[in-house]
């Protein structure tokens, strides 16, 4: 099985793909980010991030994709913005994929991946490259996040159900 893990963000959106089998052996397939100009008007923004994405499905073309959930405490203009972002990111993946969309919480993906619902970035990204026997921590820091939502969507086998986009 094929999973496209994504981070969303504005400036930056991590997006990482693994591949999986029944036995929950992973490999890397790519990772990267999808990027914007700050000076760039918001709409073209959007543009810019939903052809990026399309370019990622139409070549990798994952059985499942999976988002992280966003989480903010205090920017309220930085959520509405990023929102927005997402929103872009799950209309063009459910184009293609309406039945195949997944989501969890960040806590969900560090306990899935380090054992430990509060593990700080640095440990989910030491695990991110231990498990997948990397010899770097995928960068930016975006797409580590993006590999890591593979990761434990990968580890949460037939539990998946739950994590079904509603």
């Known amino acids: 099985?094929?999973?496209?893990?994504?981070?969303?963000?504005?400036?930056?959106?991590?997006?990482?793909?693994?591949?999986?089998?029944?036995?929950?052996?992973?490999?890397?397939?790519?990772?990267?980010?999808?990027?914007?100009?700050?000076?760039?008007?918001?709409?073209?923004?959007?543009?810019?991030?939903?052809k990026q994405l399309k370019n990622v499905l139409s070549e990798y073309k994952p059985d499942e994709i999976v988002f992280e959930q966003l989480f903010f405490n205090r920017n309220v203009t930085t959520a509405f913005t990023v929102c927005a972002e997402r929103g872009v990111a799950v209309c063009t993946c459910a184009e293609k994929y309406p039945d195949s969309l997944y989501e969890y919480t960040p806590m969900q993906i560090k306990q899935a991946v380090t054992g430990y619902g509060r593990a700080d970035k640095h440990q989910v990204q030491q695990m991110v490259k231990l498990i997948l026997k990397l010899q770097d921590i995928p960068k930016p820091d975006d797409a580590a996040d993006a590999v890591a939502a593979a990761m434990a969507h990968a580890a949460t086998g037939r539990a998946k159900i739950q994590f079904k986009m509603k």
Do not use: K, W
């Not at 999986?20 to 790519?30: A, G, I, P, Y």
């Open 1 to 50: 099985m094929r999973i496209l893990g994504i981070d969303p963000g504005l400036a930056i959106m991590g997006y990482g793909i693994i591949d999986t089998d029944e036995r929950q052996n992973m490999q890397l397939v790519c990772f990267g980010a999808f990027t914007t100009e700050a000076d760039m008007p918001f709409p073209e923004r959007l543009a810019s991030l939903r």
